[in-house]
């Protein structure tokens, strides 16, 4: 019977495990994406400072939170996602300001859909 309730709540810690990363997944990526759609926004309207700088947090957050995020996520696109980071900073030593705006909104998708992809659903839970 012990072993029963030993099972169960193994199951139950993995069931909230599980929850967390879903959750945490969430929690570390929407600001991301989000301060690179205002750094592309930013870059298109003519302040192509104030977008650098957006970019640069947003770069900044995204390595200080890899270890956690590569803890929970598969490591194809967080390989990606450091590649397009680093074609955003060519973008910005050529002052390309279109190519900038435009990598840092693919990179905003891209960081989306790996925070959805790890979102809270039945089948990423079991």
């Not at 930013?42 to 803890?71: C, F, K, M, Y």
């Not at 980071?85 to 891209?110: D, M, P, V, W």
Request: with cysteine; charged share 15%.
């Amino acid at each position: 019977m012990k072993r029963i309730w030993l099972g169960l709540g193994i199951l139950v810690l993995f069931l909230v495990l599980g929850l967390w990363s879903s959750y945490s997944m969430q929690k570390l990526h929407a600001p991301l994406a989000h301060k690179l759609e205002s750094a592309a926004d930013a870059a298109l309207s003519g302040d192509w400072e104030t977008g650098l700088v957006q970019a640069q947090q947003a770069q900044t957050q995204w390595e200080t939170r890899w270890h956690g995020s590569a803890v929970l996520a598969d490591h194809t696109p967080m390989d990606e996602i450091d590649s397009y980071f680093a074609r955003l900073e060519i973008y910005s030593h050529t002052k390309n300001e279109e190519a900038f705006a435009a990598g840092c909104r693919q990179l905003a998708q891209l960081i989306t859909a790996t925070a959805e992809a790890h979102s809270f659903t039945w089948w990423n839970i079991l």
